[in-house]
T-cell receptor, first 111, second 113 residues
Framework: DAGVTQSPTHLIKTRGQQVTLRCSPK?????VSWYQQALGQGPQFIFQ???????QRGNFPDRFSGHQFPNYSSELNVNALLLGDSALYLC??????????FGQGTRLTVV | GENVEQHPSTLSVQEGDSAVIKCTYS??????FPWYKQELGKGPQLIID?????GEKKDQRIAVTLNKTAKHFSLHITETQPEDSAVYFC????????????FGPGTRLSVLP
């Protein structure tokens, strides 16, 4: 079992650009959540997808959007990147009703 | 919504000593509390969790205690080893549907040989 896999591992983008991050959940897991982790802080919830729909959303602007595919994999899109979007983006998967398992994250740097 | 505080922010212990990290939460309806360990360059890893219907749970050198009345829960690591050095996060459920959590700010544990 490969666990939760995220791609790419590192990414550098210019302010104003758009970025897409990808996540493949652990086998058998149908729920995917995305978190943003700024340096030295705990993860902050962005949104969660279940059955290809956004089920819950945290306090993030509409520039952050996502998608879940029929195979449960997911994408996180961020438009009009700001310097403050620089962070580690974590994907977590879970079967319904159980705790989340995290991927290694994508380190996004906006310059 | 839920608010989670965590103390201390940094903790240094000698190898073999015990370490205790404490978290408080605000939502009395919260019923599940996981702890995560995050090593450098990796995502958080679930190490132990506790549900609100029990007061303590142990797994080898790791234990978690829960005080629902005071709304706090603690992570206890005994016989610490250098490989226990990492950042530890507590979390509590956020309101609403789903299985999402509000995380504490983290505790950087250093185990000195």
């Amino acid at each position: 079992d490969a666990g939760v896999t995220q791609s790419p591992t590192h990414l550098i983008k210019t302010r104003g650009q758009q970025v897409t991050l990808r996540c493949s959940p652990k086998s058998g897991h149908d729920t995917v959540s995305w978190y943003q982790q700024a340096l030295g802080q705990g993860p902050q919830f962005i949104f969660q997808y279940y059955e290809e729909e956004e089920r819950q959303r945290g306090n993030f602007p509409d520039r952050f959007s996502g998608h879940q595919f029929p195979n449960y994999s997911s994408e996180l899109n961020v438009n009009a990147l700001l310097l403050g979007d620089s962070a580690l983006y974590l994907c977590a998967s879970s079967p319904a009703g159980r705790p989340a398992f995290f991927g290694q994250g994508t380190r996004l740097t906006v310059v | 919504g839920e608010n989670v505080e965590q103390h201390p922010s940094t903790l240094s212990v000698q190898e073999g000593d015990s370490a205790v990290i404490k978290c408080t939460y605000s939502d009395s309806a919260s019923n599940y509390f996981p702890w995560y360990k995050q090593e450098l360059g990796k995502g958080p890893q679930l190490i132990i969790d506790i549900r609100s219907n029990v007061g303590e749970k142990k797994d080898q050198r790791i234990a978690v205690t829960l005080n629902k009345t005071a709304k706090h829960f603690s992570l206890h690591i005994t016989e610490t080893q250098p490989e226990d050095s990492a950042v530890y996060f507590c979390a509590a459920p956020a309101r609403g549907r789903g299985q999402n959590f509000v995380f504490g700010p983290g505790t950087r544990l250093s185990v000195l040989p």
